[in-house]
Structure formats: C-alpha cells, structure tokens
C-alpha cells in the first residue's frame, strides 16, 4: 500500500467516525428536554459538514433524493406550506412553518443522508440501532432523579402524569432494544433483562394508553417477524408476577394504576372531548382547512365554545389526533398529503426488509415498527409531532441510496 493510499484511507476513516458521530448525536438527543443549546451546536455542524458534501459532490448526492420518499416529503411540505397560505393568522403560521417543517423536518431529513453518503448500508443501520440503544442510560437516569425528586415532594410514582413526556422516545427505543434479543450469550441475555425490567417501570410511568399500546403493537410485530416466541412468554409470566404482587400488596393503588392505562375513550373524547370536537370544526371546512400550527385550533376552539355546548373541555387541549390535526389544518390536501407520505415511508421499510438481511434487514424493521408505534397507534390518540419522522425517513433515504448502488 502507497503513502498516499494509506493517507486516504486514514482521512475516511476519520471522516466516518466524524459524520456517524454527528448522526448518533443527532438521534441520541433528538426527544430530550433542556439542551437546546447542545442540539443547536450538533445541528450546526451537521449542517456545515453536509454543505461541504454538496459543494464537492453535488450531482453525485442529487441521486440520493430521486426517489418517491422524497416527493412525497416535498408534496407534504407542498401542503403545509398551503396551510400557512389559507391561514386565520399567516404571520403565525408561516414562523411554526419555518421552524418545525423546514428547519427541522425537511432541511435536517436532507442533511442525514448527506452525512451518511459514503457509509455502507449496516454501518447505516448500526448508527439507528445502536444510538437509539445508547440512548436508554440517560433516560433512565433523567428518569429515576425526576421519580427522587417527587418522592422527596412527596409524590408516589405512578401516581400523576409528569413522566408521559417520555412516550416518543420510548416507542423509539423499545423497538431498537428488542433487537438486542438476537445476542444469545449470557452476559448479554442477563443485561437484557435488568435493562427490560427498567423499561417497563418506564412505559408504566407515562401513564399514557397510547404508549403501552404503541410498544405492544411494535413488540408483536417484532414477534410475527423473528417467528419468536419465548420472549413474549416470558414477558407474560413477568407482568402476571408483577401484577399479582402488587394486587396483594395495595390493591387500590393497582386498580387506579389500572383505571388511568386501560382508558381507551377518556373524557369522551369521540364523543364531545377531544377528537369529537375537532371533527365538528373540520365539518365545517373539510375541503380548505383554517391554517398551520396548533395555536390556530386553539383560537378557533375557544371562540366556538359557547356554540357547542356538548364538547367536554371550555379551553381547548389539541385534537389529540394527528390525522384530524393535518386535516382541520389544510383540509382535504392535508388529509392526502400526510398518508401519502406516512405510507411512502412504510412501503419503503417493508420493501426495505424484504430486500436485506442482517443488520440492515433489521433497521428497516426497526423503521417499520417505530411508524406503526408511534405515527399510526399513538397518533390515534396524540397529536403526534410530525418531526418524530426526521430520523426516520432521513435514514431510510441513506440505506436506499446504497441498496440501488448495490
């Protein structure tokens, strides 16, 4: 090998660990709270290294984007830009616009890739997995100080809802943490379960219908995939132990735990609550929409309460539904625009694990399960923020790029 060979392969080298580092950073940090300074700082830099890329190769990353995940990303900002357009408050809508769709959705989609451009595809799907893995440890202890302080307040865990904060990143991990199962030595099997057993305090802390139902949609997809069927055997005899010493131990407090999981209709909310009202406003105006950024629904919400006696809460608390959300937003282009972008992604992932194996098969599972979790099932029943799909389709763009190269 030549000097100046040896100096290249080093420079990639350092450029791999350079560009996966900003990626895992990127998705490590994506759902925590109070460092928006460090986001900003990994951001910046993601920005500045993938302008780098596109001065040295432009037409080369251009191949990346001729896709239909790509047009159906742009016909979604198409139509959220619409939505700023047709606007009650245009001056509003277009700064939410701004800030959540095209800074933080569509320009960091297209940076992910970018970075990623010259990485295979496992060492791609390495980069998901395993930072969406790595970012367990400090949720866990976010977590367990936020559990002391509330003690020391005298607040009982379980008991409120100050912990639902973590259902995103929670349906994010337990997915990618599943994956671990497939390492069968025992070091890494006993690790498994003290970090299983942490998770589930975890989602049970949320208190959150929409998160336990998400995981267990995820996890029983995950089954039907990996044809496996000891570790959800398992998981039954634990929770029945679990839940059986519990209900020996305090038997009220278990049936509140359960009353607060099990809601499934809370508040009425497809009747006059939540979803119910936001499907009266959208009758209204199904076909044009009122305007971007949830600041819109709530103005409208609280001048038309005196009009509809029925609706359960007299201050509006979002349409708790992100179909709903995109459709009183820009009416029936928002309804068409956002399926037709959640459903470009997931017939990319099932294509996606058709087509591979090992690592790469898995992260588009891994994909596949987060969009059924967290987009389809807990946006059911959350106003699901629409930026969850960042890390998502950025890296479902860079492992396709590299399955058409192969």
């Known amino acids: ?79 959220c830009f619409y939505a700023v357009l047709i606007s009650l408050d245009p001056s509003y809508s277009f700064k939410k616009f701004a800030n959540t769709i095209l800074e933080k959705l569509l320009l960091t989609i297209l940076i992910i890739p970018i970075l990623l451009h010259n990485e295979s595809k496992e060492d791609i799907a390495k980069t998901l997995i395993y930072s969406l893995i790595a970012g367990i440890l400090p949720l866990a202890i976010v977590d367990g100080w936020q559990y002391y302080r ?14 639902k904060y973590k259902s995103d990143i929670l349906i994010f991990m337990t997915p ?9 030595s025992a070091k890494m099997r006993i690790l498994f379960f003290v970090i299983a057993g942490v998770m589930g305090l975890m989602i049970i802390g949320t208190l959150q219908r929409g998160t336990w139902l998400s995981i267990l949609a995820a996890a029983l997809i995950w089954s039907i995939c990996k044809r496996e069927w000891k570790l959800p055997l398992l998981a039954v005899v634990a929770l029945a132990a679990v839940l059986t010493l519990g209900y020996l131990k305090d038997q009220n407090s278990l049936h509140m735990l359960f009353h607060k999981m099990q809601q499934t209709s809370s508040s009425g909310r497809y009747g006059g609550g939540t979803q119910g009202a936001a499907v009266d406003l959208i009758m209204e105006n199904p076909i ?35 179909t709903l959300d995109m459709w009183y937003s820009a009416g029936l282009l928002g309804l068409i625009g956002l399926w037709y972008l959640l459903i ?41 923020s629409i930026e969850n799909l960042t890390m998502l389709i950025g890296i479902a763009l860079a492992l396709k790029s590299k399955s058409l190269q192969n």
């Not at 509330?150 to 912990?163: D, K, L, V």
């Open 1 to 79: 090998m030549t000097l100046s060979n040896s100096l290249k392969q080093k420079e990639l080298c350092w450029q791999s660990i350079w560009n996966r580092g900003l990626v895992s950073l990127f998705i490590i940090m994506f759902f925590f709270d109070n460092i928006t300074r460090y986001k900003h700082i990994v951001g910046g830099l993601m920005l500045i290294t993938a302008l780098y890329y596109v001065v040295k190769k432009k037409s080369a990353l251009l191949q990346i984007f001729k896709n239909n995940l790509t047009y159906s990303l742009f016909a979604f900002v198409l139509v």
């Open 150 to 163: 509330e003690y020391q307040q005298g607040i009982m865990p379980f008991s409120g809802f100050t912990h």
């Open 176 to 184: 990618a943490f599943l994956l671990l199962w497939n390492n069968k």
């Open 288 to 322: 044009k929409g009122y305007g971007f950024g949830e600041d819109i629904y709530h103005r409208v919400y609280n001048s038309r309460i005196q009009d509809y006696p029925q609706w359960v809460f007299k201050h509006s608390i979002g349409p708790h539904n992100l």
């Open 344 to 384: 470009s992604v997931i017939a990319e992932a099932v294509k996606g694990y058709r087509a591979n194996e090992g690592i790469a098969k898995d992260a588009w599972l891994l994909i596949g399960l987060i969009m059924v979790g967290n987009l389809f099932v807990r946006g059911a029943f959350e106003t699901v």
